[in-house]
């Protein structure tokens, strides 16, 4: 092998490995940005969604108990009437946005139970406007829930018969919306959990390769210059036993296609020096006896 073909092994063995490397940061970082979207965004921003519509679910339930107790106070009722309408429309907002800019987070399941609580809050909201406006009728015109022979049932409680279908059904929206918020949770804290996984995984792959780097460059740093550095010595061991006049040993081989060439030459100076030194030798006049 000659010394450039050493050499390109050498760097094609570096370069490979640096694209291992390349290969092991990407892919990690591709699986850890896929758990980080998910975590965020279809858990994280979808669980703040659900807290929303959870907590806003729970005030209109609450303000719906403040009416029917002040159902006798034309003021008061009119005051959490009031109330209650706000929350209901915000509510209508936040299903709104679930069901349309924000529907990407959520999945075809939760879609679906979605448009069930839609339905659910349309009930509701249709059974609870009717007793808003007949909440005239069922204290009486006096404002007192009494009749004449005092029979009369309470108000509050006509109120919350005249509800009871549209709560129940209401109920789906605010007990599903709190079971879906803490499937996110739990659902982000199993992400989190991965990702600090797939670190600790992506740091430990790092050091083995980068020791592992390390290693290889120091082989390639003994192994390299020694492949070159001997046959050097070798070559200027016979050179300086040449000028000394060792013409005898032949020059072995040592290595690669430039050494071997350049070793041929000497080998060939050697023979053509022994050569002429024994010509030299028979055509000198020989001492008297």
């Known amino acids: 092998m000659s010394i450039k073909a050493r050499i390109i092994a050498a760097l094609s063995v570096v370069v490979i490995f640096m694209a291992i490397q390349l290969g092991q940061a990407f892919s990690y970082q591709s699986g850890t940005q896929d758990l980080v979207i998910a975590a965020i965004n279809k858990n994280y921003a979808g669980g703040t969604l659900l807290s929303e519509i959870s907590v806003t679910g729970q005030q ?3 303000l719906e108990k403040e009416f029917f107790i002040y159902i006798e106070d034309p003021a008061r009722r009119a005051k959490y009437d009031k109330e209650w309408e706000e929350a209901y429309r915000k509510l209508d907002k936040q299903l709104d946005a679930i069901q349309g800019p924000k529907r990407s987070l959520f999945e075809a399941a939760e879609l679906e139970q979605f448009a ?4 659910a809050q349309i009930a509701y909201g249709t059974a609870m406007r009717a007793i808003i406006a007949d909440a005239h009728r069922l204290v009486g015109a006096s404002g007192s829930g009494a009749q004449a022979d005092g029979a009369a049932r309470s108000p509050v409680l006509a109120a919350n018969d005249a509800i009871k279908e549209g709560k129940d059904r209401f ?8 079971k879906m918020e803490q499937e996110k949770a739990a659902d982000a ?3 989190a959990t991965k990702i600090e996984e797939r670190f600790a995984a992506a740091q430990l792959v790092t050091a083995v390769l980068s020791l592992l780097g390390i290693a290889i460059v120091l082989v390639l740093a003994l192994v390299l210059p020694r492949s070159i550095q001997r046959p ?3 070559l200027v061991s016979y050179a300086d036993k040449m000028s000394k006049g060792d013409l005898n040993n032949p020059i072995g081989s040592h290595g690669t296609r430039e050494f071997e060439t350049l ?6 100076l050697r023979v053509a020096q022994a050569a002429l030194l024994d010509r030299l030798r028979k055509k000198s006049p020989q001492p008297s006896q």
């Open 263 to 268: 070793e041929a030459a000497l080998e060939r």
């Open 116 to 119: 069930q609580w839609r339905s």
């Open 232 to 234: 050097i010595t070798a």
């Open 60 to 62: 209109i339930r609450r």
């Open 189 to 191: 804290a199993t992400a």
């Open 171 to 178: 109920a789906l929206l605010t007990r599903g919306a709190t």
